[in-house]
């Protein structure tokens, strides 16, 4: 397929337009119905590879490379963990054309480089549409170079899904870094999702929880409730209790209730 080049653009998503595009793919890909704690792993891991999705360019969700020039493509600065070795023989070898530099190096095994356009490693993938990238995505980690992730995503095992693609090399970062980060935007995107300020003050309403006295007010009154350490924000253990205090409610609560 002959390539084409397109300007990098930044395509800003929102969670839960993204949560219903990979339900979609999955049903069109897997041909079942997408299990909730799967679809919250891979917002998490695509929310880490683009901050947020903030830092989304041409609807590429997991920040994929593009390592031929076929299909769209765009080239985009990008960092990469390398041993020191491997950094050094690249840097001896950056050209006009093919640049990078260290970005950061502590003298340590392991150096941070720098890549920019148009060097080959910071050449990624780019798409047409958001529904394109999801399937796209869906389709790279049921790819027997990752066989397992998906597996791992359905039952909520951060540390199977991060080993699958580490030994993949779908990351150059340290694997426990990756992991303690996908751990916690996994539990961000968790159904009930509690992952902004308006989806947990809902849902602190849900509990009796006087909200109109503000956001960390109302969590510093869910955490004195429940008898956690008390400093109006929102980690794993709060989050975790608020989900539980939500699942003893009677009648259960609906997901899309708080999302």
Known sequence: MAGQ?????????????????????????????????????????????TGYWDSCKNWNL????????????TYYPTLEVLSREKAEALRAKSTAQRPCEFAFDDGGPKVTVRFRPSHPVCRFRAYASLDESAEAYLSLLMAPHYAGALDAARAGDVGGFVRVLSAGRYFTAPEEQYRSSVAFLFDMYRLPCLAGDSEILAALALLDI???QGYERAVREFQSRERLFVDGRVGPITRGAIRTALSNRAPPVSPSTVT
């Open 210 to 212: 006087v909200v109109d």
């Open 62 to 73: 997991g920040g994929v490379k593009a390592p031929t020039a076929e299909g769209l493509f």
């Open 5 to 49: 080049y397109v300007v990098p653009m930044r395509t800003r998503v929102a969670h839960e337009k993204l949560r219903a595009c990979l339900e979609k793919a999955w049903r069109n890909l897997r041909g079942d119905e997408p299990p909730p704690d799967a679809i919250a792993m891979l917002l998490g891991q695509s929310a880490l590879e």
